[in-house]
């Protein structure tokens, strides 16, 4: 109260001092709570004005890309709020996009469900204390980044985002690096002049640093960090759990996203068909393993991933979602599982994707001769546009220069840019394959065809 009284004492000084009055019928003091720009702010805390919640729990299901961009913009002002909302939302940010029909399908409606659901729970966010110490919890995985912004462990703004194209493209590091920039970019306001901690579960900033060449890309985030005045500390994903969630969370509704909308409903029907699921819900019910939780009829564990029970080919359709489709790309046993355990759980797991990928006929078919190509001679591919055919040679038995001997050409068939890259005099496959991704694929992505002799 004392403090009040002087922040009083302090307004009305200035309002005397320029002749300015206020209306006595349009004041109040000494408020224990107040309303501000659609927030309600009591002692240290922030939520959302649950004038606001009502229209939202109101909100009738969109019938047209105006209606449905009039719901986005409101949820969107509370999206700090809401943990994961770039992920809970991109079915309905996908419809609108430029030239896209309208179709309101199942999983419209259950991200419009679940986006009023989060907003309705009203979830209470700390205010900032600029006389504590900020701590900034970032993670990424390969298809989105995330964070949360605290201060002695209480959440005071969450934040996340789905990778582009490009930058699904990047190195681990880049990726853990964007997500740091990202968030300290989102919260600089807060950040900025004060002394606060990154917490990772990877050694990024660090990695850069000791770097003795930067593109320019990551000459730009280093300009950029330069800005604050941060520590690093390292903390593994399995402690670092909010941040974590927020960018792995994605991987599942991108697992999801063309097997069927009803995949979780698929899970939790087969749950009772699967004497092992049945044997360790109620396990999990009665509180007798650690390993293991029950939410909504799902059964979880470690790292939040979601068991697969036993049941008709849920198992299969999930690795060939995670192995045959696009976004997937036929990836190899090692990175399959990867995208798969990400999300999923089940016993022998890996003998079941190793089975899998080892007798997939399509990757089989596909793969490399080691032998001479038969057949005549055929002319080269006609490049359609920038790095989509490249030419690939080597120049060797040059002067040792820094352990180099040979440098690897690669020259876009298209614009006939050349890159040059500084190689070991007896370069082998792995040394090529690496400076191949880190000079050519990195920048501007992977070519259809690369010809080499």
């Known amino acids: 109260m004392e403090e009040h009284i002087r922040h009083l004492q302090i307004v009305f000084n200035v309002l005397r001092g320029n002749e300015l009055c206020v209306k006595r019928e349009k004041c109040t003091f000494a408020q224990p709570k107040v309303q501000f720009l659609g927030h309600t702010i009591s002692q240290g805390q922030i939520q959302m004005d649950s004038n606001k919640v009502e229209a939202i729990r109101d909100w009738e299901v969109p019938t047209k890309v105006p209606e449905l961009r009039s719901f986005l913009g409101l949820a969107n002002y509370y999206r700090r709020f809401i943990l994961g909302y770039s992920d809970i939302a991109a079915p309905l940010m996908d419809l609108w996009k430029k030239n896209r029909a309208w179709e309101w399908n199942s999983s419209c409606q259950g991200a419009f469900n679940n986006l009023k659901a989060a907003i309705i729970k009203e979830p209470v966010l700390a205010l900032p204390d600029f006389t504590k110490l900020f701590e900034v919890?970032?993670?990424?995985?390969?298809?989105?980044?995330?964070g949360v912004l605290m201060q002695e462990g209480d959440p005071i703004a969450f934040e996340s985002r789905k990778l582009n194209e490009a930058e699904r493209r990047y190195t681990v590091h880049e990726k853990e690096?964007?997500?740091?920039?990202?968030?300290?970019?989102?919260?600089?306001?807060?950040?900025?002049?004060?002394?606060?901690?990154?917490?990772?579960d990877n050694?990024?900033?660090?990695?850069?640093?000791s770097q003795k060449k930067l593109s320019?890309?990551?000459?730009?985030?280093?300009?950029?960090?330069?800005?604050?005045?941060?520590?690093?500390?390292?903390?593994?994903?399995?402690?670092?759990?909010?941040?974590?969630?927020?960018?792995?969370?994605?991987v599942l509704a991108a697992l999801l996203s063309t097997t069927s909308s009803g995949v979780l409903d698929t899970i939790k029907e087969g749950m009772e068909h699967d004497p092992v699921a049945e044997q360790?819900?109620?396990?999990?019910?009665?509180?007798?393993?650690?390993?293991?939780?029950?939410?909504?009829?799902?059964?979880?564990?470690?790292?939040?991933?979601?068991?697969?029970?036993?049941?008709?080919?849920?198992?299969?359709?999930?690795?060939?979602?995670?192995?045959?489709?696009?976004?997937?790309?036929?990836?190899?046993?090692?990175?399959?599982?990867?995208?798969?355990?990400?999300?999923?759980?089940?016993?022998?797991?890996?003998?079941?994707?190793?089975?899998?990928?080892?007798?997939?006929?399509?990757?089989?078919?596909d793969k490399v001769e080691h032998k001479a190509p038969g057949g005549l001679l055929e002319?080269?591919?006609?490049?359609?546009k920038p790095w989509d055919s490249v030419t690939m040679d080597f120049i060797t038995c040059l002067p040792n220069s820094e352990g180099c001997g040979t440098i690897m050409v690669v020259v876009d068939l298209f614009s006939k840019y050349a890159t040059f890259s500084a190689a070991t005099s007896n370069c082998k496959a792995k040394e090529a394959a690496r400076l191949f991704l880190k000079d050519v694929v990195k920048l501007w992505g992977v070519p259809r065809h690369i010809i080499s002799d």
């Open 203 to 209: 050694v990024a900033t660090s990695y850069f640093q």
């Open 137 to 146: 919890q970032t993670d990424a995985s390969n298809f989105a980044i995330g």
């Open 177 to 200: 690096m964007t997500a740091i920039v990202h968030c300290l970019r989102t919260w600089r306001h807060h950040l900025l002049g004060a002394h606060f901690i990154v917490k990772t």
């Open 379 to 384: 002319p080269q591919p006609t490049a359609e």
């Open 216 to 250: 320019p890309k990551q000459a730009r985030w280093q300009d950029f960090l330069s800005e604050f005045d941060y520590s690093l500390e390292y903390k593994p994903g399995k402690a670092n759990v909010v941040a974590d969630a927020l960018s792995r969370k994605v």
């Open 280 to 365: 360790l819900l109620d396990l999990a019910r009665k509180g007798k393993t650690q390993k293991f939780w029950e939410e909504d009829g799902l059964l979880y564990t470690t790292g939040r991933r979601v068991y697969v029970p036993r049941w008709k080919n849920l198992r299969r359709l999930l690795i060939k979602e995670g192995h045959d489709t696009t976004w997937a790309g036929h990836p190899g046993q090692k990175r399959t599982m990867a995208l798969l355990e990400a999300a999923y759980y089940w016993p022998r797991m890996r003998d079941d994707i190793e089975v899998y990928v080892r007798t997939y006929l399509v990757c089989h078919q």
